[in-house]
T-cell receptor
């Protein structure tokens, strides 16, 4: 399997705390993407980081990429209950290879 | 505002029955994909298409067939359903540069085979 792995599989934090999720991937990449999935819904594209970037910010999201270790991390700052969802990394081009996801629970 | 639409949203099949899942997109995307999502397994690619009239196998194609007769539609067929095909099925579409712009997903079809 070419699937990547997210770590941890599940994460539970209090509202206002930061949440960090990690992703290791197997494929060579041009870019790495992160997606969010609310319970019972489809995945939604969050952010993309190019292989020549080391860090990228978008609102409360911060993504880092280490191509030498084939790993990426997603940081959500000042988390809210509405951030409760599963988060997936995806690598490759066509087709994308998705990791197994991290289930984030933010407790109000 | 439709994006990617999947029908049906829910279905229960008996073992051995057949069915077709329909995916329709209105974004003029060239590429379309079918994934299945199972607990602890993430998303696994079943089949995909890079254009009208073309299809290719993904990671878990056995037991499924697909057709892309029109650019906007991608059909997933189960000829003889098995309990192992109980899953949530997601369709997605993208530009050829999916690595730059990502996928647009449908809301899923929850299939139970009894």
């Amino acid at each position: 399997s070419q699937q990547g792995e997210e770590d941890p599989q599940a994460l539970s934090i209090q509202e206002g705390e930061n949440a960090t999720m990690n992703c290791s991937y197997k494929t060579s990449i041009n870019n790495l993407q992160w997606y969010r999935q609310n319970s019972g819904r489809g995945l939604v594209h969050l952010i993309l980081i190019r292989s020549n970037e080391r860090e990228k910010h978008s609102g409360r999201l911060r993504v880092t990429l280490d191509t030498s270790k084939k790993s990426s991390s997603l940081l959500i700052t000042a988390s809210r209950a509405a951030d409760t969802a599963s988060y997936f990394c995806a690598s490759g081009n066509t087709p994308l290879v998705f990791g197994k996801g991290t289930r984030l629970s933010v407790i109000a | 505002n439709a994006g990617v639409t999947q029908t049906p949203k829910f279905r229960v099949l008996k073992t051995g029955q057949s069915m077709t899942l329909l995916c329709a997109q209105d974004m003029n995307h060239e590429y379309m994909y079918w994934y299945r999502q199972d607990p602890g397994m993430g998303l696994r690619l079943i089949h995909y298409s890079v254009g009208e009239g073309t299809t290719a196998k993904g990671e878990v194609p056995d037991g499924y067939n697909v057709s892309r007769l029109k650019k906007q539609n991608f059909l997933l067929g189960l000829e003889s359903a098995a309990p192992s095909q109980t899953s949530v099925y997601f369709c997605a579409s993208s530009l050829p540069t999916a690595g730059l712009y990502g996928y647009t997903f449908g809301s899923g079809t929850r299939l139970t085979v009894v």
